[in-house]
């Protein structure tokens, strides 16, 4: 089955500078990646998603990017805030396939 | 929460007890999800369903169960063969696929 790796466990960034969070993926016929962030005690809620007939997607100050050659895809934070401290999960997956997470990034945003 | 609903939100189990966990959606969702979070742990399958009726083991499905009666309820029954059921337990639906996961707030359970 899929295999998703994260890297780092764990980044720690001064408030606006931008974090990057890197995953890789083991199927090549994987065809959809969200990120999710999880703040301590609560569920994890998807922040943005991209399907593998894209490079790029962004929403404001998050941005994915996929490099299907590589089978990576990677989560950019621009202008950190406080509030983005939190665990952030990738996961990958195909067609009706269940998702396959990564053991998650814990982001840490330094005022 | 989001249409899919969890309870109770915290639950305290003694040794050698059966307890089942609630996940409801209206969201018209087929599939579902439960996983088991532990702390500062990832995200690991217990059982899911993609179908009323139907339900496939996870990577750690011993010691649990789960039914499928109706395509709104997807229960957990956390049994006394659970060794160490101490966790934070999600529950998910899903859209279709290619689609993420709307996860219910959790369930947080103790063995006291």
């Known amino acids: 089955g899929e295999n998703v790796e994260q890297h780092p466990s764990t980044l720690s960034v001064q408030e606006g500078d931008s974090a990057v969070i890197k995953c890789t993926y083991s199927d090549s016929a994987s065809n959809y990646f969200p990120w999710y962030k999880q703040e301590l005690g609560k569920r994890p809620q998807l922040i943005i998603d991209i399907r593998s007939n894209v490079g790029e997607k962004k929403d404001q100050r998050i941005a994915v990017t996929l490099n299907k050659t590589a089978k990576h895809f990677s989560l950019h934070i621009t202008e950190t805030q406080p509030e983005d401290s939190a665990v952030y999960f990738c996961a990958a997956s195909k067609g009706n396939n269940r998702l396959a997470f990564g053991k998650g990034n814990q982001v840490v945003v330094i005022p | 929460d989001g249409g899919i609903t969890q309870s109770p939100k915290y639950l305290f189990r003694k040794e050698g007890q059966n307890v089942t966990l609630s996940c409801e959606q209206n969201?018209?969702?087929?599939?579902m999800y439960w996983y088991r979070q532990d702390p500062g742990q990832g995200l690991r399958l217990i059982y899911y369903?993609?179908?009323?009726?139907?339900?496939q083991k996870g990577d750690i499905a011993e010691g649990y169960s789960v039914s499928r009666e109706k395509k709104e309820s997807f229960p957990l029954t956390v049994t006394s063969a659970q060794k160490n059921p101490t966790a934070f337990y999600l529950c998910?639906?899903?859209?279709?696929?290619?689609?993420?996961?709307?996860f219910g707030s959790g369930t947080r359970l103790t063995v006291v």
């Open positions: 969201l018209n969702h087929d599939a």
């Open positions: 369903s993609q179908i009323v009726n139907d339900f």
């Open positions: 998910a639906s899903r859209r279709q696929p290619n689609y993420g996961y709307t």
